[in-house]
């Protein structure tokens, strides 16, 4: 239980910057494309923990301890995320993290945020593309799927996430 308690506290953790970035950058529609070094660690923080939860999901599905999006874009308990719709609190902003997850055309399932975190974390000039929006829609995929990995089932105490309306983090204490 230990891993999966750490992966809950990393995520909250993540929120909470990601909250407390609101004092620096006004959530606005017209912020979204806002880039920096802030957002930049957020963002790459929250890429790393969609990728483990996703790889821990995979495994649990496959048996394969190995695993990249190309996997993930072919899971069915990853790709049923792409229905969630969410919204960022702050703002009334509604969003969809994974929607290009459910595509009928499995080339079309392409996290745009997924990309541009690849582009930024291979080419640090690229850092315009760890953007407020990319924050935004990584952390909350990597809360879906956190929230999946701890308990599956969906029975388990929850905290409503501070940021997104639709969200639950599942309470390990």
């Not at 999966?4 to 929120?15: A, C, G, P």
């Not at 930024?120 to 995929?141: E, M």
């Not at 639950?168 to 204490?173: G, K």
């Given at each position: 239980m230990s891993k999966?308690?750490?992966?809950?506290?990393?995520?909250?953790?993540?929120?909470k910057d990601t909250n407390?970035?609101?004092?620096?950058i006004h959530f606005d529609e017209r912020n979204l494309d806002t880039f920096g070094i802030r957002v930049y660690n957020l963002f790459?923080?929250?890429?790393?923990?969609?990728?483990?939860?996703?790889?821990?999901?995979?495994?649990?599905?496959?048996?394969?301890?190995e695993s990249d999006m190309g996997d993930w874009k072919l899971d069915l308990i990853i790709c049923q995320y792409s229905k969630v719709e969410l919204t960022f609190e702050p703002m009334g902003f509604n969003f969809?993290?994974?929607?290009?997850?459910?595509?009928?055309?499995?080339?079309?399932?392409?996290l745009t945020w997924w990309?541009?975190?690849n582009s930024?974390?291979?080419?640090?000039?690229?850092?315009?593309?760890?953007?407020?929006?990319?924050?935004?829609?990584?952390?909350?995929?990597a809360g879906l799927l956190t929230s999946h990995i701890v308990h599956p089932d969906g029975m388990c105490g929850v905290n409503r996430s501070i940021l997104f309306d639709g969200l639950?983090?599942?309470?390990?204490?």
């Open positions: 999966y308690f750490d992966m809950v506290r990393i995520y909250n953790i993540l929120e407390d970035l609101g004092s620096i790459f923080m929250s890429c790393n923990l969609f990728e483990l939860a996703a790889k821990e999901i995979f495994k649990r599905s496959s048996g394969n301890t969809k993290p994974m929607e290009a997850l459910g595509s009928a055309k499995i080339d079309d399932r392409k990309q541009n975190y930024v974390k291979h080419n640090l000039s690229h850092i315009d593309k760890a953007t407020l929006r990319n924050l935004i829609y990584a952390l909350s995929s639950y983090i599942p309470d390990v204490r």
